[in-house]
């Protein structure tokens, strides 16, 4: 009978945000598509195609805070304002994708140039895209069949791929990260849940360390290092706010309610 406890409360509050936001479901991205962001603030105007970035691909590559912090990527589709002559400088996308840098041994590509030829257009692509390709899609399988599954999001539990070394992500890049001091993880703490028969949320910052560092979280998403200052609900989280930054949009996202709210129902 607990375990009734446990579904029920969750499905309200679920049920509760959708009506709030209007009753409208959004759509559910297929396991590929999860992530994606279109990036087109200047592409179109230069007669391009926009960018469609799929993190899943450099996810297995690289953590969150190296690309948000050390590269300087903005959390908001959009926000970055990258252009072509951004990259050529060595900025942004330009960091990696330079023509000369390498990963497991294989020569990254270079991003932009102020001039190509038809054939080296091919590169352009990789990048700038208007239709879904049924190769991404492939790769993205053949990656997926591989690594520890989940419920949600791209199905594909990155957490546990990490854990096991099936994945190896950067976390620092010569030239461009700088170096420092270990820092002492804090201890999982709980979250008290505001809904009655609702479990605990249990958050982890060594989980979330491993990805994200502290600062990508703090000080633009959390406001204060210290437990209960930044005052935050639900609907604030699936407004893409606070946990919202990352969950929903790359991050598992919040309909995989036990993730969080890990502890046995109260009441």
């Excluded at 990963?103 to 140039?113: D, L």
Aim: proline content about 5%; aromatic content about 12%; hydrophobic content about 35%.
């Amino acid at each position: 009978m607990r375990k009734i406890f446990f579904v029920v409360p969750i499905l309200l509050v679920v049920a509760g945000i959708a009506w709030a936001q209007g009753g409208m479901k959004k759509h559910k991205p297929l396991p590929y598509e999860f992530g994606t962001v279109t990036i087109n603030n200047y592409s179109q105007q230069a007669g391009m195609p926009p960018v469609v970035f799929d993190h899943w691909v450099h996810r297995q590559y690289y953590t969150c805070r190296l690309c948000h912090v050390d590269v300087g990527f903005g959390m908001i589709a959009g926000s970055t304002k990258i252009c072509s002559a951004d990259n050529m400088k060595g900025y942004y996308c330009g960091t990696c994708h330079n023509g000369e840098m390498l990963h497991n041994k294989k020569r990254i590509f270079e991003s932009c140039a102020r001039e190509y030829s038809r054939e080296e257009y091919k590169r352009c692509v990789k990048c700038h895209t208007l239709e879904k390709r049924a190769a991404k899609e492939d790769e993205f399988y053949r990656f997926s069949e591989k690594m520890p599954g989940d419920r949600f999001g791209n199905r594909i539990n990155w957490e546990v791929a990490e854990e096991k070394g099936l994945i190896k992500p950067i976390d620092y890049l010569e030239g461009v990260s700088a170096k420092k001091s270990n820092l002492k993880v804090n201890p999982d703490f709980a979250i008290k849940a505001k809904v009655g028969g609702m479990p605990d949320i249990i958050f982890s910052h060594k989980k979330h360390t491993v990805w994200n560092g502290c600062e990508l979280c703090h000080p633009e998403i959390f406001i204060g290092v210290k437990k209960g200052t930044s005052k935050y609900s639900m609907v604030d989280i699936f407004d893409g706010k606070y946990c919202g930054v990352c969950h929903e949009k790359v991050a598992f996202p919040q309909t995989d309610c036990q993730r969080c709210h890990a502890t046995p129902p109260q009441g």
